[in-house]
């Protein structure tokens, strides 16, 4: 069984999956031309690079040797785009990850600016064609929230009710508090028996103790 070749791992297949969506299918293959211009940019910078390092070796300007080194930058920043666009994107679209495709895409398009435009225009097309069929899918009345729109309600804390103070019932004996009414409206008269000293209400003919006639 022979082993996948180190192209096969880096490349993405030119195969477009038959089960995605067309305007998935085309941006895909958008994709997959934009990481073949990576590769073509990357060899294009080494090539400008060793042209101009060779030229500023046999005498050139310092300006030649400038940009010499920015173009070994720029083929290396370009060759790593390509090897992580396909995997931030082309396998993304071949996972169904069709929202993490898209919004991948736009790192790539901004590093496509250094391979002279040609990489960036591809992604934006990819870009287009991603969003529209993003757009196909959402459900039918999906609206999202405009950035905003939608204000959070802060809770009110109300605060809690004052403690009831409990009612101060006098002991008994005690006269009522100024202000308060005593518990009998009136009080019954009372008089002493001479007999045996003791109290009983006014209205009785005789002392309850020992039974003698009241006097006076």
Known sequence: MSSPSPMGSIMAPGATPPWLPRDVAEGRRFAWWGQIMFFLMAFVWFIIAIVMVTLSATGGSRGQL??????????VILFLAAVFMRRTVIDAIDQGRFHDAKNDTIIWIIFGMIGFV??????????????????QQQP??????????VAVQQPVYAPPPAPVAPVQVPPAGQPAAHGQQPYHAHQTPMMRCKNCNVQYPAFMHSCPNCGAPKEG
Do not use: N
């Not at 400038?66 to 083929?75: P, T």
């Not at 040609?118 to 757009?135: E, H, Q």
């Open 66 to 75: 400038v940009i010499g080194i920015f173009g070994f930058f720029a083929m």
């Open 118 to 135: 040609l990489p960036s225009l591809f992604l934006i097309l990819t870009y287009a064609k991603l969003g529209d069929a993003i757009v």
């Open 140 to 149: 039918t009345g999906y609206a999202p929230y405009a950035q905003g729109s």
